[in-house]
């Protein structure tokens, strides 16, 4: 069974950075499409990055509210994907999910489900 666990999440003044992991299993890393999303108390759940994962080459698009600010990180050995998050503003409070599929599909919808348990993201002035 495909599992996704996110981790990193927590409290975090505005202007500072926050690492969060996701850490995967039960399928093959090495073909795959892997995405970061995230979700607002009081918005729509939203893509943050996505990430064609072929072998050896690893390729990331990300969302253009993020652009210039995050990151993604891959470790193919460990099978997990991190996103760095720099220069926080408090918008960014939210809770963060990662979630993939088989590659030629590419990354799930934001809309589609099931969820995992995400991580909190919380910052602060």
């Known amino acids: 069974e495909e599992q996704f666990v996110e981790s990193g999440g927590g409290l975090v003044q505005a202007g500072g950075s926050l690492r969060l992991s996701c850490s995967t299993s039960g399928f093959s890393f090495d073909n795959y499409a892997i995405g970061w999303y995230r979700q607002a108390p009081d918005k729509e759940r939203e893509r943050v990055s996505c990430?064609?994962?072929?072998?050896?080459?690893?390729?990331?698009s990300y969302e253009y509210f993020v652009q210039g600010r995050f990151s993604i990180t891959s470790d193919n050995a460990k099978s997990t994907v991190d996103l760095q998050m720099t220069n926080l503003e408090i918008e960014d409070t939210a809770v963060y999910y990662c979630?993939?599929?088989?590659?030629?599909?590419?990354?799930?919808?934001?809309?589609?489900?099931?969820w995992g348990q995400g991580t909190q993201v919380t910052v602060f002035s």
């Open positions: 990430t064609l994962i072929r072998g050896r080459e690893n390729r990331t």
């Open positions: 979630k993939g599929r088989s590659w030629f599909l590419g990354c799930p919808r934001a809309d589609s489900a099931p």
